[in-house]
């Protein structure tokens, strides 16, 4: 990797800096850490300001004391340069509420916080390779001060942090150190706030938990404070994640003291879809009410693929003579066909922003290509515990099953974070360890999935997780816990009430039913079905089904469901631990051995894979029809059945083989 490529650099003279950035380089590599090289803070107002540097700049690592290197001809220039720089993130600090807990600047001298390197000094040390003598130099002992140049480099590089959350600088709980961790920037993250390809449609994919929302939020608030008159549309699947996205950008808008009002006008939130009579209840909603094109309610076709192909041509007939937004940003991108994104190309008048979970896509895109060719591929998860992370990936993909479900290239493996190894008829798949919050007892947690097989009381397993989680962590609040049903039965919704009305009993605490509240509430358990959880997190993500099925759709749910959590999830099933074998050894090998161990697919495997995605992208409906087409059903029976099977069910189950098992019950009866 090119040296510039390892951390983010954006000062006057990179060239003359050459030997510098390659040592720096080299203690990135050391520390695990980020390493930012700039002369001027990163976000407006501040990036516009001329400073007084002579090309001098600051070198940032959290944790670390802030480094000013001196370019300068005289012995002023550095120290106005400081000066001017301190001002403006005690301003900045003021600003955003932090001045009450780092104190002011020269406090910062006075604490050591600030450390000054003559270019030529810092060059010494580069051509040595003095990596420890540097380290030492610029080393800070105590766990406060650490916690203090964090929040200083966070200012810096224009990170949004919350006063209101971060209230300590020496956390006690493991609860408190995860609430109250301080978000910095990688560098890829960086990229994708300050920097942008010169083309309409930007991609961004990154695994879940690698901070896409929160990025999408800062590049908001950039684009929306650059022009009074500026529209932009935020939109996504579902509509439990659209009132999500909405308080939390109204909540981190605040955060970041935007006094600039929010209008629905200028900055549009809603789910995709929508409805006739409210054109802001969705984005296709808007578009057909802004161009007076005809609207297609969600039942009119059998796909929103097929709505927006009849939005796209009915525009291209209409012709296009004022674009509905400037700018348009998709979250959960890869819920979407091409057709949506090429809808949103053709209202926006500069750029589209797709964001999505490049392991979720690469489930449903045929062509690798069109992953490769994203703009900024996020692969470090900071939201969820690697282990957890390889254990959530292997279960959704099968691998530590006979049958694999689905397999990764090694080039895809890449592009999601992996390290491949095949040695003896194995592949060893390996994550690159990194710092999530900094602290040994978090960034090592024992543990991090538990599995409770050979359930016969699904609610009675429940609550005793909940009981454990109370007594390990007595801090821990309702909104701390995620309670997701896997499967798609009835039943399950009775089964939400009863634990609902235990949850209560038990602890006094009160729940939310999100499939019915569309929201989250965070002093509430949050309790759902697969639909409704998307893009939200939890300290612990509690996983339940009746029993693991190999359908790809569900799996790959499960990956998604068991990557929610900041601590510990937890999957509790009705299956046998004979029946688990394979995963119970798969799972302690990643625990114990922080990798993978599987085997590739032969090619005839591979081709069996295949058409199990192919088989996957078939809709619940369509498969329902190739299975009475097998058992050679007659048109009304079939009708008779569905019928039955949804007021059983509750909905068409989308796999084939289970559709299989429901409908030989039927037809044995029917005959």
Same mark, same amino acid.
């Given at each position: 990797?090119?040296?510039?490529?390892?951390?983010?650099?954006?000062?006057?003279?990179?060239?003359?800096?050459?030997?510098?950035?390659?040592?720096?380089?080299?203690?990135?590599?050391?520390?695990?850490?980020?390493?930012?090289?700039?002369?001027?803070?990163?976000?407006?107002?501040?990036?516009?300001?001329?400073?007084? =540097?002579?090309?001098?700049?600051?070198?940032?690592?959290?944790?670390?004391?802030?480094?000013?290197?001196?370019?300068?001809?005289?012995?002023?220039?550095?120290?106005?340069?400081?000066?001017?720089?301190?001002?403006?993130?005690?301003?900045?600090?003021?600003?955003?509420? $932090?001045?009450?807990?780092?104190?002011?600047?020269?406090?910062?001298?006075?604490?050591?916080?600030?450390?000054? $390197?003559?270019?030529?000094?810092?060059?010494?040390?580069?051509?040595?390779?003095?990596?420890?003598?540097?380290?030492?130099?610029?080393?800070?002992?105590?766990?406060?001060?650490?916690?203090?140049?964090?929040?200083?480099?966070?200012?810096?590089?224009?990170?949004?942090?919350?006063?209101?959350?971060?209230?300590?600088?020496?956390?006690?709980?493991?609860?408190?150190?995860?609430?109250?961790?301080?978000?910095?920037?990688?560098?890829?993250?960086?990229?994708?706030?300050?920097?942008?390809?010169?083309?309409?449609?930007?991609?961004?994919?990154?695994?879940?938990?690698?901070?896409?929302?929160?990025?999408?939020?800062?590049?908001?608030?950039?684009?929306?404070?650059?022009?009074? =008159?500026?529209?932009?549309?935020?939109?996504?699947?579902?509509?439990?994640?659209?009132?999500?996205?909405?308080?939390?950008?109204?909540?981190?808008?605040?955060?970041?003291k935007v006094t600039k009002q929010i209008k629905q006008e200028n900055l549009f939130i809603a789910h995709a879809w929508g409805t006739a009579t409210n054109p802001f209840s969705g984005l296709y909603s808007y578009i057909t009410n802004f161009y007076r094109i005809p609207f297609y309610p969600f039942n009119h076709f059998e796909s929103f693929d097929i709505t927006c192909k009849m939005a796209i041509e009915d525009l291209k007939n209409l012709g296009i003579e004022e674009y509905a937004f400037d700018y348009i940003f998709v979250d959960e991108g890869q819920d979407f066909p091409?057709?949506?994104?090429?809808?949103?190309?053709?209202?926006?008048?500069?750029?589209?922003?797709?964001?999505?979970?490049? $392991?979720?896509?690469?489930?449903?895109?045929?062509?690798? =290509?069109?992953?490769?060719?994203?703009?900024?591929?996020?692969?470090?998860?900071?939201?969820?515990?690697?282990?957890?992370?390889?254990?959530?990936?292997?279960?959704?993909?099968?691998?530590?099953?006979?049958?694999?479900?689905?397999?990764?290239?090694?080039?895809?493996?890449?592009?999601?974070?992996?390290?491949?190894?095949?040695?003896?008829?194995?592949?060893?798949?390996?994550?690159?360890?990194?710092?999530?919050?900094?602290?040994?007892?978090?960034?090592?947690?024992?543990?991090?999935?538990?599995?409770?097989?050979?359930?016969?009381?699904?609610?009675?397993?429940?609550?005793?997780?909940?009981?454990?989680?109370?007594?390990?962590?007595?801090?821990?609040?309702?909104?701390?816990?995620?309670?997701?049903?896997?499967?798609?039965?009835?039943?399950?919704?009775?089964?939400?009430?009863?634990?609902?009305?235990?949850?209560? =009993?038990?602890?006094?605490?009160?729940?939310?039913?999100?499939?019915?509240?569309?929201?989250?509430?965070?002093?509430?358990?949050?309790?759902?079905?697969?639909?409704?959880?998307?893009?939200?997190?939890?300290?612990?993500?509690?996983?339940?089904?009746?029993?693991?099925?190999?359908?790809?759709?569900?799996?790959?749910?499960?990956?998604?469901?068991?990557?929610?959590?900041?601590?510990?999830?937890?999957?509790?099933?009705?299956?046998?631990?004979?029946?688990?074998?394979?995963?119970?050894?798969?799972?302690?090998?990643?625990?114990?051995?922080?990798?993978?161990?599987?085997?590739?697919?032969?090619?005839?495997?591979?081709?069996?894979?295949?058409?199990?995605?192919?088989?996957?992208?078939?809709?619940?409906?369509?498969?329902?029809?190739?299975?009475?087409?097998?058992?050679?059903?007659?048109?009304?029976?079939?009708?008779?059945?569905?019928?039955?099977?949804?007021?059983?069910?509750?909905?068409?189950?989308?796999?084939?083989?289970?559709?299989?098992?429901?409908?030989?019950?039927?037809?044995?009866?029917?005959?």
């Open positions: 990797m090119d040296n510039k490529e390892n951390f983010f650099i954006k000062i006057s003279d990179e060239k003359k800096n050459s030997q510098i950035i390659s040592f720096l380089s080299e203690i990135k590599n050391k520390l695990l850490s980020e390493i930012y090289m700039i002369e001027k803070p990163l976000h407006s107002p501040y990036s516009q300001r001329e400073y007084n =540097n002579e090309n001098s700049y600051m070198v940032l690592i959290p944790g670390k004391k802030i480094i000013f290197v001196d370019c300068s001809d005289n012995d002023s220039g550095i120290e106005d340069y400081k000066d001017e720089i301190l001002d403006d993130i005690s301003e900045m600090a003021g600003v955003l509420g $932090f001045k009450n807990l780092i104190g002011r600047p020269k406090n910062w001298e006075q604490d050591g916080l600030i450390e000054t $390197f003559n270019v030529r000094e810092l060059l010494e040390y580069a051509q040595k390779r003095n990596h420890d003598e540097f380290l030492n130099r610029i080393d800070l002992g105590n766990i406060g001060a650490q916690r203090k140049s964090q929040i200083i480099v966070s200012l810096l590089i224009g990170v949004a942090n919350n006063p209101n959350i971060i209230t300590k600088l020496v956390p006690v709980s493991v609860l408190e150190k995860v609430k109250q961790r301080i978000i910095l920037f990688d560098l890829d993250q960086t990229r994708f706030i300050y920097n942008d390809p010169d083309k309409k449609v930007i991609k961004v994919q990154g695994l879940s938990g690698t901070g896409k929302t929160e990025l999408l939020f800062h590049k908001i608030k950039n684009l929306y404070l650059s022009s009074d =008159n500026i529209k932009i549309a935020l939109t996504c699947h579902n509509k439990v994640l659209a009132n999500t996205l909405r308080e939390r950008l109204i909540n981190f808008f605040n955060l970041a091409d057709s949506f994104i090429a809808l949103c190309e053709l209202v926006a008048k500069e750029k589209v922003f797709v964001v999505g979970d490049i $392991f979720q896509d690469i489930f449903e895109k045929e062509d690798i =290509n069109k992953i490769v060719e994203a703009d900024f591929v996020l692969k470090k998860c900071y939201r969820t515990d690697p282990k957890t992370l390889m254990f959530a990936h292997a279960l959704g993909m099968g691998l530590f099953e006979e049958k694999k479900l689905n397999w990764l290239e090694d080039r895809e493996w890449e592009l999601c974070g992996y390290t491949v190894e095949k040695k003896n008829g194995e592949v060893i798949l390996k994550r690159e360890p990194i710092k999530r919050f900094g602290d040994e007892e978090i960034d090592n947690i024992k543990d991090s999935v538990i599995i409770y097989y050979n359930s016969k009381d699904l609610i009675g397993d429940i609550i005793g997780v909940i009981k454990k989680c109370k007594e390990q962590y007595p801090d821990i609040e309702p909104g701390d816990i995620g309670v997701i049903f896997l499967d798609n039965d009835r039943d399950i919704y009775e089964m939400i009430s009863k634990l609902e009305a235990k949850i209560y =009993n038990e602890f006094g605490w009160e729940s939310n039913r999100a499939y019915i509240s569309k929201k989250n509430k965070k002093d509430a358990v949050f309790l759902s079905n697969i639909n409704n959880a998307k893009g939200l997190e939890f300290s612990f993500s509690i996983c339940v089904t009746k029993g693991i099925k190999n359908d790809l759709r569900y799996r790959n749910s499960l990956y998604t469901m068991l990557s929610r959590s900041f601590l510990r999830s937890f999957l509790i099933t009705g299956d046998s631990e004979e029946k688990l074998k394979l995963i119970l050894a798969g799972l302690r090998k990643v625990m114990e051995e922080f990798c993978i161990v599987t085997k590739e697919p032969t090619e005839e495997e591979k081709e069996e894979i295949k058409k199990l995605q192919i088989e996957a992208k078939k809709s619940p409906d369509e498969n329902f029809e190739e299975v009475c087409d097998e058992f050679q059903i007659e048109s009304e029976e079939r009708k008779v059945i569905k019928k039955l099977i949804i007021k059983h069910r509750g909905s068409l189950p989308s796999d084939k083989s289970e559709l299989r098992d429901i409908i030989s019950k039927y037809t044995d009866v029917w005959n």
